[in-house]
């Protein structure tokens, strides 16, 4: 199947200090990824949705120049997180899906980002 | 946002016992999907049923679907102790290229 690999696994940072969270599909394009955040014992909540060669449209309640969002290249999303806070501690996952009609979503193994 | 809600919230049984898990959704779909995700780890796509479909199988997972009344329900039979995990219905809009939007999932403890 598809592979989605996202990176850091984990991260820890300073407050005021700024992480990128890299998701990238290995085997296939992508125009379009999502990023998606879990608090614990949560569900996953749909961030933005990062489209290749424009902006990212984000989710009511998500802050665009808090969760900065590139997709470069068709491989290729990053999510930076600028002038971090200990709220924005949190499990940071990527998806894409390969659009052929009716698919699964891939998901990448999540960053999880702690801020001190 | 979120689709709805699922049941139960958290469920406890012994090997070799049936789970079932809820889901119940809100807008009208293109597809639904079930997800397990084990603690601190990504997602792992289980199941896909299509709008049009009423039930699938696979393995040991059974999967129903009712548009009618906006919910579906996951079962698993003769549970292991592998199986315990947190487990989430996806539902994908009738939109081209749109994201998934999850459910509040359901946490599975399956005792040995």
């Known amino acids: 199947g598809a592979v989605v690999s996202q990176h850091p696994s984990r991260v820890i940072c300073k407050s005021g200090t700024s992480v990128k969270i890299e998701c990238r599909s290995l085997?296939?394009?992508?125009?379009?990824m999502f990023w998606y955040r879990q608090f614990p014992k949560q569900s996953l909540m749909l961030m933005a949705t990062?489209?290749?060669?424009?902006?990212?449209?984000?989710e009511q309640g998500v802050e665009k120049d808090k969760f900065l969002i590139n997709h470069a290249s068709l491989t290729l999303s990053t999510l930076t997180v600028t002038s971090a806070h200990p709220e924005d501690s949190s499990f940071y996952i990527c998806?894409?899906?390969?659009?052929?009609?009716?698919?699964?979503?891939?998901f990448g193994q999540g960053t999880r980002l702690t801020v001190v | 946002s979120q689709q709805g809600e699922e049941d139960p919230q958290a469920l406890s049984i012994q090997e070799g016992e049936n789970a079932t898990m809820n889901c119940s959704y809100k807008?009208?779909?293109?597809?639904l999907q079930w997800y397990r995700q084990n603690s601190g780890r990504g997602l792992v796509h289980l199941i896909l049923?299509?709008?049009?479909?009423r039930e699938k199988h696979s393995g040991r997972l059974r999967v129903t679907l009712d548009t009618s009344k906006k919910s579906s329900s996951l079962l698993i039979t003769a549970s292991r102790a592998a199986d315990t995990a947190s487990y989430f219905c996806?539902?994908?809009?009738?939109?081209?290229?749109?994201?998934?939007?999850f459910g509040k999932g359901t946490t599975l403890s399956v005792s040995s």
């Open positions: 085997d296939f394009q992508a125009t379009t």
């Open positions: 996806a539902t994908a809009l009738n939109q081209a290229g749109t994201a998934l939007i």
């Open positions: 049923i299509r709008s049009n479909e």
């Open positions: 990062s489209n290749e060669g424009s902006k990212a449209t984000y």
């Open positions: 807008t009208s779909i293109n597809n």
């Open positions: 998806s894409a899906r390969i659009w052929q009609g009716d698919t699964e979503a891939f």
